[in-house]
């Protein structure tokens, strides 16, 4: 069936340093692909979305590109916050009528002042 | 999080007692969905349902838990006879009418978490 795979958590990186959060998926067919994001307490908020191959997802200041050939969806972000300190999740929907998200179990982010 | 509204957030139930989770979807939408997520761990499709309509239901157990959307108010979200391991967190999300195949943005809740002593 479909899955979603991500690195392990969790990642510890000073402010201003560069991350990757990798995630590969497997699917049928051409799935959407999505990042969210979980404060502490919260509930979870999307953070960019793609839904071809090729496609770039970016927002506040994270970005990740569709990536067919390797069936990835990687997070990156350039500079990193402690706010941006949280957990990321990764997640599909499957494109053949369905409307489950399958998310992967999700990284840790921790970010030192 | 785009208007779904969740109660309520925290709730402590001792074992054997009944939980229910209730959510308001955003306004129009009509197609809600439960989630469960255990301490350290993703989140697992429970239920999807639309207006009087359990469409799938694949991931819920099979026994103590049962899922609602009537035609007016909340969905709810039932758990007889609570046990430890039922303690978690529940998301509620939801997705306008007519959404197609896939690409479709899902709106999640802030999540009730329930913990059972």
């Known amino acids: 069936g479909d899955s979603v795979t991500q690195m392990e958590g969790p990642v510890t990186l000073s402010e201003e340093a560069f991350l990757t959060i990798n995630c590969t998926y497997t699917a049928t067919g051409y799935p959407s692909l999505f990042w969210y994001v979980q404060y502490p307490g919260e509930g979870l908020q999307l953070l960019l979305k793609?839904?071809?191959?090729?496609d770039k997802g970016s927002n506040k200041g994270f970005e990740a590109t569709y990536r067919k050939e390797t069936t990835s969806f990687h997070l990156e972000k350039g500079s990193v916050q402690v706010s941006d300190s949280a957990v990321y999740f990764c997640a599909l929907t499957p494109n053949t009528g369905g409307f489950k998200t399958i998310f992967g179990a999700g990284t840790r982010l921790f970010v030192k002042a | 999080n785009a208007g779904v509204m969740q109660n309520p957030r925290h709730l402590v139930r001792r074992r054997g007692q009944e939980a229910r989770l209730r959510c308001s979807p955003v306004?129009?939408?009509?197609?809600v969905y439960w989630y469960r997520q255990l301490p350290e761990e993703g989140l697992k499709f429970m239920v999807y349902l639309q207006k009087e309509n359990i469409i799938d239901e694949s991931g819920m157990p099979k026994e103590r838990f049962s899922a609602e959307f009537p035609k007016e108010g909340p969905s709810i979200l039932r758990i007889q006879q609570v046990v430890r391991g039922d303690s978690a967190a529940y998301f509620c999300a939801s997705s306008p009418p007519g959404t197609g195949a896939g690409g479709n943005t899902i709106y999640f809740g802030e999540g009730s978490w329930l913990t059972v002593v």
């Open positions: 306004k129009g939408h009509s197609h």
């Open positions: 793609a839904t071809k191959a090729d």
